[in-house]
C-alpha cells in the first residue's frame, strides 16, 4: 500500500475547512460529507487530560485521539496538530496522521547507511516517498517528536512551512540523480525555544549488496552562531550603504527603519525629541515625562498595525518607559514584556496595552540616538512574530545601527539648518516684489535646488531706467550655499548700481567683470589660495519702449529666447562672452528691434540640464533648448501661467540646480505720447521752445505740469546751448510720469554744487533736483550725452 498522509484543516469555530484523499482513506469520510461540519463529530471520546487538544495559544500539539470512521469503528489515531496565521492573519489548524506508519525491516538498513555516510549530528533519513523512518536522537529533540511520532510523515507535515517545501525538493532532487544537495535555512523547529541555522546536507542512501535505492538520508549541523555572525555584517554593511543616503532627517530615520526589519526586529519606531525641531541641544532633564514625535516607523506586518502614533504625531511618553529611560541614561537597554506582567507604565493606557495583547510583543530594546553630545531622539525596536526574545548581542547590534543613524540624522539637521539659513538670505537678496513700469509686463520664478545641491547664487531683477526704459537682468554665481548666496547680493547691488547710471550693456558687464575678480583676489589672500574661487556668468538686457529696440549683452550666460506674437520661438544670437571673473576679456552688445508683444525669456542653466544631471549624466544644453522652445510655444493665458507651464515641462522633479526665471512681454509707447524738438544752439530759441512745451502739455492734458515743466526745460536747454556743443534735442515723454531730456554732442556731464550768496549761477541743477522725482545724465547712443528729468504727474 502506498503511504499517504491524512491532512485535515480546522478553523477557529472547530468547522472543517479541509479534507485530503488519506484522510478520506483513514476515515471513509469523503470530502463532500465532512467539509463544513463541526470537526468534533469525528471525535469517538473526549481525550484524555494530558491529551486534550492544546489552548489557541500554542504553536502546536500532538497526542493520539480516539477517531469515529465512517463505518461506525473507533480508531486510535496518533495526531500532529499546528496552529497556523495566514498572511491575512487568520488563524486555523493544520491536523496530519501518517497512514500506514508502521516500522519496516528496512528501516534498520535505511538508519545503518545514513549514519554510516554522515558525521554525528541532527540525522533523519526518509524512503523513497520523502516520509520519515527513523531519526537520531538530535533530531527527535529538535523536532520535538519521538521516531514512532514521526515515522511516515513528510517534512512538511511535521514543519509545514516553505522552508520545508525547499527542502523536500532538493532531498527529491537527491533521490533521482544521486547528487548530494546543500541547503542552508533560518528556522525555529518545533522542539527549540528559538530559531536556528541550520546546514543541510542530503544524500540518496543505497543498498550496499545490490544497490538498490532506499531512500535519501538528511543531516544538520547547527550553524546558529555562524549565521548571527554574517547576519550581523550584512546588516552593518547595508547600513553603511542604505542610511544616510540624502540630507533629509525624516528620509534618513525610515532607512534605520528598513534596514532594521525583518532581519533584526519585527517592528522599529524612531521618535526624535521636540527639542531637536526647535534646534535645542540641551541635556535631558530626568523626573518628567517627554515628548517625542514619531518620524519614521517600519513592520514585518502591512500598513505597519503596530504603531500607537502616526507618522508625524507627537506623544508624551511617561517616566520609567524604555524610550524615556534609554534617553535618561544615554544608554541602550533591553526589556521583556508580557500581558500576564505589564510594565507599570503601560498600566492605565489602554492602546499600549491592546497592541501588547494583541500582537504579542514580548522584547523590547530602546537605543538612544546621540551624535556629536547632542541627544537626538530614541529608535524601539519590538519582536512580536519571532518567538525568540532579543540577545546581548542584538542590541550591541542595534547600538551600532543606531550611532550610525544618528550620525546621518544629525549631518541632516545641520545641513536643513543651513539651507533654510542660506534660503532665507537667498530670497531676501531677491525682488520682494517687481518695481512697477510701462515698458514690459514681467514674470519671475525662483527654484532654489534639491537637497544635496544646496542652495545656489541664482538671480533676477527688473530695473527702472530712465527715459522709461527698463533693465533685465539673470544671473548665475558658481557653487551652492551662504557663500553663493552672498556673492548673488553683492553681484545684484553692483548691477543695480551700474544701472543707475545707465551703462550701456557691455560696458556694465566690464565694470561687473572687475568686481567679481576683485572679489576673488580678496577671497584668496584671506584664505592663502590662487584667485579663481569666485565666478559668475550674467545677461543684461535693456528695452526701450519708444524705439521698441533692445539692447542685450551676456557674460558666459546661456542666450535669451524671444517668442514672437505669432507664436515662433526663437533664441536670439548674441556673442558669449567670457564668464565674470576672468578679467580682460571683452563684451559684446547685440541691439535687435523687438515688435510689440514679444516676450522674452531670461534664464540660468540650472532650467535647461535637470534631467541629465538627476540620471547621473552631463547635461545636454541642446536637448534643454529644445524643450525650453516647446515649452515656450504653448498657449498661456498669462505670464504668471506661461512660467508655470516652461517649470512643470522642464522640470518634472525637483531641480538639481538653481532655478532662476524672468519673462518680459514687450510694450510700445505710443507715438503721440512722445514729443520731440531741436533746439537751435541760441539762447533766443529758448523761449520757442517753452512754448512749443507748453502746447504739448495742454493737448496731453497736463496744464498743471506746465509751470514746473516750463523752468526745467528752460535749464536743462539754456545749459546745453551754454555749455554744451550742438546739435542740441529737446525729447517730452508722456508715461507713468513726465520726462523731460536733453540731448548734446559733449559727453562732459554737469555736475549740482551749491552756489554761494553772491554767485550768479550755479543754482540750476539744485532747482531741477528740487522740482522733480529724479533727475539724471546718461551716455547718448551716438555719443555725447542726456541729461533728464522726471516728475510725477
Not at 26 to 44: D, F, K, Q, S, W
Not at 206 to 215: F, H, I, N, W, Y
Not at 552 to 570: F, I, K, S, W, Y
Not at 676 to 699: F, G, Q
Amino acid at each position: 500500500m502506498e503511504a499517504l498522509t491524512a491532512r485535515v484543516t480546522v478553523d477557529e469555530h472547530g468547522t472543517v475547512t479541509g479534507w485530503s484523499d488519506g484522510a478520506e482513506w483513514l476515515l471513509g469520510y469523503p470530502a463532500e460529507e465532512i467539509v463544513g461540519r463541526p470537526a468534533a463529530l469525528l471525535l469517538a471520546e473526549r481525550p484524555v487530560p494530558r491529551d486534550d487538544p492544546p489552548p489557541a495559544g500554542l504553536p502546536r500539539w500532538h497526542g493520539t485521539l480516539v477517531l469515529l470512521h465512517r463505518s461506525g469503528r473507533r480508531l486510535a489515531v496518533r495526531v500532529l496538530a499546528h496552529h497556523r496565521t495566514g498572511e491575512d492573519g487568520s488563524r486555523d489548524w493544520l491536523l496530519v496522521s501518517a497512514v500506514a506508519g508502521t516500522a519496516r525491516p528496512e528501516d534498520d538498513t535505511l538508519m545503518r547507511r545514513g549514519l554510516m555516510q554522515s558525521p554525528s549530528c541532527a540525522t533523519s533519513v526518509y524512503d523513497t516517498d520523502l516520509r520519515y523512518r527513523r531519526s537520531s536522537r538530535a533530531a527527535q529533540r529538535a523536532l520535538g517528536l519521538s521516531e514512532e511520532e514521526l515515522r511516515g510523515l513528510r517534512m512538511t507535515d511535521v514543519i509545514p512551512t516553505p522552508v520545508s517545501e525547499v527542502v523536500e525538493r532538493r532531498m527529491r532532487l537527491a533521490l533521482e540523480t544521486g547528487e548530494p544537495q546543500y541547503v542552508e535555512n533560518h528556522a525555529r523547529a518545533p522542539g527549540e525555544a528559538r530559531e536556528h541555522a541550520w546546514s543541510v546536507h542530503l544524500y540518496r542512501v543505497e543498498d550496499p549488496d545490490d544497490g538498490r535505492v532506499l531512500g535519501v538520508a538528511a543531516t544538520g549541523h547547527d550553524v546558529t552562531d555562524q549565521y548571527w555572525a554574517r547576519k550581523r555584517l550584512q546588516l552593518i554593511a547595508a547600513a553603511s550603504s542604505r542610511i544616510g543616503s540624502t540630507l533629509d532627517v525624516t528620509h534618513t530615520a525610515q532607512e534605520l527603519a528598513d534596514v532594521a526589519v525583518p532581519d533584526l526586529a519585527d517592528f522599529l519606531s524612531v521618535d526624535l525629541l521636540t527639542s531637536f525641531e526647535e534646534g535645542q541641544e540641551e541635556a535631558v532633564a530626568a523626573g518628567s515625562s517627554l515628548a517625542l514625535r514619531r518620524v519614521a516607523h517600519q513592520s514585518v506586518l502591512p500598513g505597519v498595525p503596530e504603531a500607537v502614533l502616526a507618522l508625524g504625531e507627537v506623544d508624551e511618553y511617561p517616566e520609567g518607559s524604555p524610550p524615556v529611560e534609554s534617553l535618561r541614561s544615554g544608554r541602550a537597554l533591553l526589556r521583556e514584556v508580557s500581558v500576564a506582567a505589564l510594565p507599570e507604565w503601560v498600566v492605565g493606557d489602554a492602546l499600549r496595552t491592546a497592541r501588547i495583547r494583541d500582537f504579542g510583543f514580548h522584547s523590547v530594546m530602546a537605543v538612544p540616538l546621540s551624535a556629536r553630545g547632542t541627544t537626538l531622539g530614541v529608535a524601539v525596536l519590538a519582536r512580536h512574530r519571532r518567538p525568540d526574545p532579543f540577545q546581548q548581542d542584538d542590541l550591541v547590534l542595534a547600538e551600532e545601527l543606531a550611532a550610525r543613524a544618528a550620525v546621518c540624522i544629525d549631518n541632516a539637521r545641520r545641513y536643513t539648518r543651513a539651507r533654510g539659513t542660506a534660503v532665507t538670505l537667498q530670497r531676501s537678496l531677491l525682488p520682494q516684489r517687481l518695481p512697477e513700469q510701462s515698458a514690459v509686463e514681467v514674470a519671475s520664478r525662483y527654484l532654489p535646488a534639491g537637497a544635496r545641491a544646496g542652495v545656489g547664487g541664482d538671480w533676477f531683477d527688473v530695473i527702472p531706467l530712465s527715459g522709461a526704459r527698463v533693465a533685465l537682468v539673470v544671473g548665475d554665481v558658481v557653487g551652492h550655499g551662504i557663500h553663493a548666496s552672498a556673492t548673488m547680493g553683492r553681484l545684484r547691488t553692483a548691477v543695480r548700481t551700474l544701472a543707475d547710471i545707465d551703462l550701456p550693456p557691455d560696458e556694465l558687464l566690464t565694470h561687473l567683470d572687475d568686481l567679481v575678480a576683485r572679489l576673488a583676489t580678496e577671497e584668496a589672500s584671506e584664505d592663502g589660495e590662487t584667485a579663481g574661487d569666485v565666478g559668475a556668468t550674467c545677461l543684461y538686457a535693456v528695452y526701450d519702449p519708444v524705439s521698441r529696440r533692445c539692447a542685450l549683452a551676456r557674460a558666459g550666460h546661456p542666450p535669451p529666447a524671444l517668442v514672437l506674437p505669432d507664436g515662433t520661438v526663437e533664441l536670439l544670437d548674441l556673442p558669449a562672452g567670457p564668464p565674470l571673473g576672468l578679467g580682460g576679456l571683452p563684451f559684446e552688445a547685440v541691439e535687435c528691434e523687438l515688435p510689440e508683444g514679444s516676450v522674452l525669456a531670461l534664464y540660468t542653466d540650472g532650467l535647461l540640464d535637470t534631467r541629465s544631471r538627476r540620471a547621473g549624466a552631463a547635461g545636454d544644453p541642446d536637448d534643454g533648448v529644445s524643450r525650453l522652445c516647446r515649452s515656450l510655444a504653448r498657449p498661456a493665458g498669462s505670464l504668471d501661467a506661461l512660467c508655470d507651464t516652461v517649470l512643470g515641462g522642464m522640470l518634472p522633479q525637483r531641480p538639481a540646480d538653481d532655478v532662476a526665471l524672468l519673462v518680459a512681454r514687450t510694450r510700445g509707447l505710443d507715438a503721440s505720447r512722445v514729443a520731440i524738438w531741436d533746439v537751435e544752439p541760441d539762447p533766443a530759441a529758448v523761449a520757442e521752445t517753452r512754448k512749443n512745451v507748453i502746447a504739448r502739455l495742454e493737448a496731453w492734458g497736463l496744464t498743471d505740469a506746465s509751470f514746473v515743466t516750463e523752468l526745467i526745460v528752460s535749464e536743462l536747454v539754456t545749459n546745453a546751448i551754454r555749455h554744451a556743443e550742438p546739435p542740441v534735442q529737446l525729447r517730452l515723454i508722456h508715461d507713468r510720469a513726465l520726462i523731460c531730456e536733453v540731448s548734446d554732442a559733449s559727453s562732459t556731464a554737469p555736475h549740482m554744487r551749491r552756489a554761494r550768496t553772491y554767485d550768479e549761477g550755479g543754482r540750476g541743477l539744485l532747482l531741477v533736483a528740487q522740482l522733480t522725482e529724479r533727475w539724471g545724465t546718461r551716455p547718448g547712443t551716438k555719443g555725447g550725452k542726456t541729461i533728464w528729468a522726471e516728475q510725477s504727474v
